[in-house]
């Protein structure tokens, strides 16, 4: 069992920044990849950025590459999304999700956090 929690986000104006964390709980973060997804009012949850168990391999949606990018703290059982040149389409709900593989389906992970708001005004 894993539990996980995200933190970070808030309202920010086109084209800042903002960095989301995730915290995981037990002793097995390292076992498992780590992916990002959102969900827009109205909209489906859709794929962001995964990272492999070691953080060596990234993927990342088309809509966000070059922007947004996925680390991993290991010892901080932290997994990361730093957003840059943020956009108004980038507003929705983000959550983190573990799993046995960097699905980019998120139906595929295991474990889900709560969510964190991410709000981009124009």
């Known amino acids: 069992q894993v539990q996980l929690v995200e933190s970070g986000g808030g309202l920010v104006q086109a084209g800042g920044s903002l960095r989301l964390s995730c915290a995981a709980s037990?002793?097995?973060?390292?076992?498992?990849?780590m992916g990002w997804f959102r969900q827009a009012p109205g909209k489906e949850r859709e794929f962001v950025a995964t990272i492999s168990r070691s953080g060596f391999s990234t993927s990342y949606a088309d809509s966000v590459k070059g922007r947004f990018t996925i680390s991993r703290d290991n010892a901080k059982n932290t997994v990361y999304l730093q957003m840059n040149s943020l956009k108004p389409e980038d507003t929705a709900v983000y959550y983190c999700a573990a799993g046995g593989n960097p699905y980019s389906s998120g139906r595929l992970y295991d474990y889900w956090g709560q969510g964190t708001q991410v709000t981009v005004s124009s």
């Open positions: 037990g002793r097995t973060f390292s076992s498992y990849a």
